[in-house]
């Protein structure tokens, strides 16, 4: 049986966007079979945070589809945070099949992963000053053109879970005077 090799991609992915899409297509090039793990599985619905596991899992399925990667070529797992970041890189494998690389940028997650002897890489990021969860996020609450910086399928699911509205309530909501705050 030959060996396939497998990299690991890390992400909260709040929301996917269309660097997420370019930068899994590019990682996929490089592996036979790439694992994208959607972090803080357990985190939802506050500003940082907004959408849920289950939400999150959907837009990237269906991105992917959108993208037509080929759904053989990828897995996705999601995982929740570990209680100390000594441990979460284990907590990772236990969750995974075995992989040969990491692909991060993300200086804890490549810290982590490099002190248990395992290989990272880079990530070559696709226009990072606009495709960025944060800025779509920030979008929303303040009312901007964030619907350009996702793919159509997931503007599509926004729209059906009420994803501004959440972002904007929580905003309000997190805030002791009621204003909104830039996520």
């Known amino acids: 049986m030959k060996k396939v090799k497998r990299g690991l991609f890390v992400g909260r992915?709040?929301?996917?966007?269309?660097?997420?899409?370019?930068?899994?297509?590019?990682?996929?090039?490089?592996?036979?079979e790439l694992i994208i793990i959607i972090g803080s599985a357990r985190k939802s619905h506050d500003l940082t945070n907004p959408f849920t596991i289950?939400?999150?899992?959907?837009?990237?399925?269906?991105?992917?589809?959108?993208?037509?990667?080929?759904?053989?070529?990828h897995l996705i797992l999601p995982v929740p945070d570990a209680i100390m970041h000594s441990v979460w890189v284990s907590q990772i494998i236990s969750y995974s099949p075995p992989f040969d690389v990491v692909f991060s940028n993300e200086p804890l997650t490549r810290r982590l992963f490099k002190e248990k002897k395992i290989t990272v890489e880079n990530v070559?990021?696709?226009?990072r000053k606009i495709y960025s969860s944060t800025e779509v996020r920030r979008r929303m609450l303040i009312g901007e053109n964030w619907e350009e910086l996702l793919p159509k399928v997931v503007v599509k699911i926004i729209g059906v879970i009420d994803g501004v509205n959440r972002i904007r309530e929580l905003a309000i909501s997190d805030s002791p005077f009621g204003s909104k705050k830039v996520v």
């Open 13 to 32: 992915f709040q929301p996917i966007h269309k660097g997420h899409i370019k930068a899994v297509i590019t990682l996929m090039e490089k592996v036979d």
């Open 124 to 127: 070559r990021f696709f226009q």
């Open 54 to 73: 289950g939400e999150r899992v959907w837009m990237m399925r269906s991105a992917l589809d959108e993208a037509q990667v080929n759904p053989s070529k």
